[in-house]
């Protein structure tokens, strides 16, 4: 039992990534019906947003302390964060929770960034073949991959998680089967993970803002007879799609250490899930995320792998393929959605 639960909250953090991901990349086929293959760098800039947050704040300022030696017998460099210099315990604070501080940062850079993207280049491939669509925006993802091997190195970054969450949740007492231990940190980006997109669907559904942009993924042409810019609220919609993917990069740096290849890494299987829930299903794209979260944990189990060797590896998309098979749209897909 104590296996079978631990392989579930593995399978829904993991999950919970996957989700987000094929969230912001269901929402930027949906309305402006663009193959995003650049959606899993801007998981990696909301990663490498903390990176920089975490880096401004731990700046350190030095001082000389003649009252402590070293042992060769000079005064000791005492080394002490900038903001914690200046505010005291409020600094402290500050440089213990920076990876979740960061999400302030990371927000309008990311807003601003998928805007300029929508506006600087996807704009011009609307009505292009999917294929090229693919092309030039695998194109971008490895441009920017590139700039951020050039300015951070190639060699993963840790990130630490808050001290107050670095240890293990007893979650087995909370089940009713005392001793199943789980990080804390894991908890949170679950939680995190099902608060955002909770709040996305909400504003789709419960907003007039997100009532339009649904009638306009529908049938763009009416919404525009109705005299309503709904290119404008697409734009913004492709800007809200990157903070998704971007704040789901950043709550996950404690958990994956940022690399320059980590949005490469997360966009392949986050494709595969849009494809298995249906291209164009947001509620599709989330469920078919957890889902092969799910399955993907579980075949990793040391029992499974040692009757079908290999199969965590492939799991996913010997899923793909089955789902496919038997409803070609996708578990939730709609009606004409790449079937032209």
Known sequence: MDQLV???????????????IALGLTL???????????????????????VVFSRLIQLETVTIDPEKLTPWGSPMEIRTPLVQAWLGD??????????PLSILIAIPVMLL??????????RFFYR????????????????LQELVKANFGANPI?????????????????????????????????AFAFVLVGGVMAFLRFTTY???????????????????DIQKRFTVVFGIAAVVAGLAGVMYTPI???????????????????????????PGAVFAGFLLGILQSFASMNEVKSILPGIDQVIIYLVAVVVLLVLPRGLMGRKGVMEN
């Not at 693919?134 to 441009?143: D, E, N, Q, R, S």
Request: charged content about 10%; aromatic content about 14%; some cysteine.
């Open 128 to 143: 292009r073949p999917h294929a090229e669509q693919i092309l030039v925006t695998f194109g971008l993802a490895i441009v």
């Open 90 to 99: 409020f600094g402290a604070f500050l440089v213990q929770w920076s990876v």
């Open 256 to 282: 994956v250490p940022p690399n320059y290849h980590i949005g490469m890494d997360f966009l392949v299987l986050s494709f595969v899930v849009v494809v298995v829930g249906g291209m164009g299903s947001v």
């Open 158 to 190: 840790p990130m630490s998680a808050p001290s107050a969450l670095a240890g293990s949740a007893d979650v087995g007492a909370w089940l009713g089967f005392p001793g199943i231990y789980y990080p804390w940190w894991r908890l949170v980006y679950l």
């Open 210 to 228: 997100g009532m339009v942009v649904r009638a306009g993924m529908e049938d763009r042409q009416t919404v525009g007879f109705l005299g309503i």
């Open 6 to 20: 631990l392989q579930l909250l593995n399978g829904l953090d993991k999950g919970g990534a996957y989700a987000l």
């Open 113 to 122: 960034i998928g805007i300029a993207m929508e506006r600087g280049l996807i």
């Open 28 to 50: 930027v086929f949906g309305t402006l019906g663009v193959v995003n293959f650049a959606h899993g760098a801007l998981f990696m800039i909301g990663a490498f947003c903390a």
